[in-house]
């Protein structure tokens, strides 16, 4: 049996594990535990799954500390940045060193972090419209386009991001739009599926968000990388300044961001939900 601890930032939620735990099959390992009908089980009772897990290795001699993040979702796929993930591994690694400060180490790149009263921020690379980098197959950025029924706007934050200003977020039948764009031959590696709504009319005062997931191939209750993502894309089209902080609601809470010269801020609240074990194989007793 090895342990494992479930937080959620703004209700994406994750499994974690230390990186050196004794889990041979990782892919099986993801997706059998996140499976939401039969997967990981709280210690109340009732199945409850994940969005994904989250495989860590903390390094305490660093000045600040750093935590390599590994994020396997529920198809087995790893996902290069998660921008939840990052608040929750901050989080995490603040409970083992007493730090607030950290350095979170990804594929997509090294994130700064910061565990403070007003929630985690992490520091988000610069978005980038590229679409050699997005990736796209276009020789220009993808803007205000419509792909399969969305207008949508391409933009990488770590990860890439289809975003839809859309009239009003709950009126979309997210689970039938999405899958088209989310393969569409215009993103090579695919794409995550980003709506979002103003919710004040006149100076922008925040967006609803709701976020279709690949690699959970479904809907989540908040993306951290979709936030930066319609601040992004909100910022290209000149709906939002730079350095305003803008509040972008999911449906699992409120998250601050903020895009800067030079990138973005992401900050919102993370809470540890319970500790247990399980399998190493991930398989769980009916
Ligand atoms: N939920 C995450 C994003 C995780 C990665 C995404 N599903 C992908 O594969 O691109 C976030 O909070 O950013």
Redesign the pocket.
Known sequence: MISIEKYH?TG?DFVVVEADASVEDRVAFASRLCDRETGLDHPGGERVGA??VLFLSLDTEATPPRVEMT?V?PDG?I????????RVVATWAAARTGSREFVIETPAGEYPAHVGQEGVTVEMSKPTLDPEQVPTTLDEPLIETEIEGLTVTAVN????HAVAFVENVAALDLDAVAPAVRHADVFPE???VTLASEREAGPVTGYDQR?F????EGE?R??????VAIVAAAHELDRVRTDQAVAVHPPGGRLVVTRTADGATLQGPVEREFETTVPADGILAE
């Open positions: 930032g994406n969005d994904g994020l979702q796929s996902a290069d940045m998660c921008g939840n993930g990052a934050t770590g990860v890439p695919g794409a995550n976020t997931e690949r690699g959970v989540t908040s993306c951290g990388t979709g936030a």
